[in-house]
């Protein structure tokens, strides 16, 4: 073995010869400090103007995911199923009874003064926050602290509060009384056990 | 200062105290604290609370007499609410400008540059929307960087005569100087305490103090971090935006127990938890760990008894992520620390080295695919897709017994929005 071919540089190793960013040799140069401001946007300004030839791709790093619908049937010579030209997306409760995420929030009823309402002891109401309380709507309301679902009556500046059940008494919101309304009930989940 | 870089900062009012009374209105000004993790130390407070006196960090024991006293609210902490009701309002805040930065739970930076509004209504209408839509009520401050933005925020919560929403560029020069002058250095978003004691030293105390400081003296004092911190004081926006939260490099799973232990079954148990807890983590994020560190430690407190704090590192030679390889780990590398005799007040385990999923795999290791791997692989998605659909279910066998090591949670509130079985009852 030729020994001398030891050491050294290794041919076409480390970078290559015009390939950092101006395309051309560049070369270490000492300039007075007050000039810096100067010389720096010439040279900024030939850079622009250098065409970098890899361009950057980013990736997005948050991809949404896409459901597909599979297919059900399957693929055979032959005929094809006729079901597959008529595919609809699945069916979600979620988009069906839910229309501002943010602001929905899942709580359970006790007790049975709206039950004339449909609205039974440990049935779960879907209430939005977000929703207006107009006139008629059931409400969670907040009377002097406490949480309460009623139907809201507004009529001429008066406020009440309405059970839907004869045993009950509706609550009159007077001057002094603090009236929060919580939210609006847009469903009840009512399971059978 | 009419630069055309346009920031907010919307920052939630006691976050934490304010998710306790979206479902306890009741609360509603009544003095609330919220206690740390093992309920040790004070970690919120609303401003009735503040007004009391009670600082921020206090230990729960010292502040005892004073929350009696005043009938102040305690509560433990209650992450899974604090956190869903975050990501709602973070949702809604991300709709108001096309560039968002969550900051932290309770903060988000949003930029407003070239949004064709009337950025004063756009961002009381974001106020009023989150107000609305979840009951946290928040307070935005604008500005044209985001330490100035930041600052605006300060403002806005001050005076009520904001209305919440406060733009320190509309503010005349000679008054922006006098709000300088009235906030504290180390107040400064981006100034931590070592930088401002070191401030302190050179006669810098006031922000005007800071503002008025050469910036090549700051420069070298605190670093290119100073010198930006200095220039956004000027308008002239040098932190950018972050969008894009940087990837973990590590997942810390540690908890004070609620009482000491000393047996190693009953540490045992409580670790097999935290690193269940670690390894869902690292499941969400789909990353793989190379390095385990277990740790636990007596309490450094208690000058009677003799201290200790025992913790080992290992690595691995192929990246992992399921919790049937990483248990047994944790569980190995605890039998080679323990030391029978003392008491261990706390522990835990760090993840670390971590990368993204499915990277080489070592050439003498059991090939990925093997039929052994893929069932252990799929087990362990299973066992994470019932854990998170029926309320973590299925433990490890080393995870039951007295439950001794659980923290102390005696004033918590229920995960009204994260849990079926603690919905709000009406």
């Not at chain 1, 500046?157 to 004869?166: C, Q, R, S």
């Not at chain 2, 100034?191 to 503002?211: E, M, P, W």
């Amino acid at each position: 073995m030729n020994t001398a071919n030891h050491g050294g540089a290794r041919k076409g190793a480390g970078r290559k010869k015009n390939s950092g960013r101006f395309k051309e040799e560049t070369k270490v140069i000492r300039v007075p400090v007050s000039l810096v401001n100067t010389i720096n946007p010439v040279i900024e300004i030939y850079k622009s103007q250098v065409k970098s030839d890899v361009e950057v791709l980013l990736a997005n790093d948050n991809p949404t995911e896409l459901s597909i619908p599979i297919f059900t049937s399957r693929v055979q010579a032959g005929f094809p199923s006729p079901a597959d030209d008529h595919l609809e997306d699945t069916l979600d409760l979620n988009t069906h009874l839910i229309h501002h995420k943010e602001a929905t929030f899942f709580v359970k009823a006790q007790g049975d003064s709206m039950i004339g309402a449909g609205i039974q002891q440990g049935d779960i109401l879907i209430v939005d926050k977000s929703l207006t309380a107009k006139s008629g709507k059931i409400v969670i309301a907040v009377v002097d602290g406490e949480f309460t679902v009623k139907r809201l009556h507004k009529y001429k500046g008066n406020i009440t509060l309405k059970a839907e059940n004869p045993d009950f008494k509706d609550i009159k919101i007077g001057g002094d009384d603090e009236l929060i309304i919580w939210g609006v009930v847009t469903s009840v989940i009512h399971q059978y056990e | 200062m009419n630069n055309k870089t346009k920031f907010a900062l919307v920052d939630c009012n006691n976050f934490y105290a304010s998710c306790e009374r979206v479902f306890e209105p009741k609360l509603e000004r009544k003095p609330i604290v919220v206690l740390s993790n093992n309920d040790g130390c004070i970690i919120a407070r609303s401003n009735e609370a503040k007004a009391l006196g009670i600082k921020m960090g206090a230990p729960f024991f010292k502040v005892k007499d004073l929350v009696v006293k005043n009938n102040v609210v305690v509560k433990s902490s209650n992450y899974p609410l604090y956190g869903d009701m975050s990501s709602r309002v973070m949702k809604i805040i991300g709709e108001y400008s096309p560039v968002q930065e969550v900051y932290s739970i309770d903060e988000s930076f949003i930029d407003l540059e070239k949004l064709p509004f009337n950025l004063m209504s756009h961002m009381q209408s974001l106020r009023q929307r989150v107000k609305n839509w979840t009951g946290i009520p928040v307070c935005v401050g604008v500005g044209s960087t985001k330490v100035l933005a930041k600052l605006a925020n300060r403002i806005a919560k001050k005076y009520p005569r904001f209305d919440g929403v406060f733009d320190i560029d509309e503010l005349p020069y000679e008054r922006y100087c006098k709000l300088l002058q009235s906030v504290e250095v180390g107040d400064l978003w981006g100034v931590g305490r070592q930088s401002a004691k070191k401030l302190n030293r050179i006669g810098v105390h006031t922000s005007y103090d800071f503002y008025q400081s050469d910036v090549g003296v700051i420069e070298t004092l605190l670093g290119v971090n100073g010198k930006r911190i200095h220039q956004e004081l000027y308008g002239n926006s040098c932190i950018p935006m972050e969008s894009i939260p940087p990837t973990r490099k590590q997942i810390v799973s540690s908890r004070s127990f609620g009482c000491d232990l000393k047996d190693f079954d009953e540490l045992n148990q409580a670790l097999t938890n935290l690193t269940r807890k670690a390894v869902n983590k690292l499941n969400n994020h789909k990353l793989s760990t190379t390095t385990i560190t277990v740790f636990i430690y007596t309490n450094p407190h208690k000058k009677d008894k003799p201290c200790v704090h025992l913790s080992k590192t290992i690595g691995m030679t192929s990246a992992i992520q399921d919790q049937s390889q990483i248990i047994p780990l944790v569980s190995q590398i605890l039998r080679l620390i323990y030391k029978p005799g003392y008491s261990f007040y706390k522990g835990g385990l760090v993840l670390g080295n971590l990368a993204k999923n499915y990277q080489q795999q070592d050439l003498f290791s059991m090939n990925q695919n093997s039929p052994s791997q893929i069932i252990e692989h799929k087990k362990s998605n299973t066992i994470r897709s019932v854990n998170s659909k029926f309320n973590e279910s299925i433990k490890y066998a080393s995870e039951l017994g007295n439950n001794k090591w659980l923290p102390r949670a005696d004033f918590k509130s229920n995960r009204y929005t994260t849990s079926w079985g603690e919905l709000l009852i009406i």
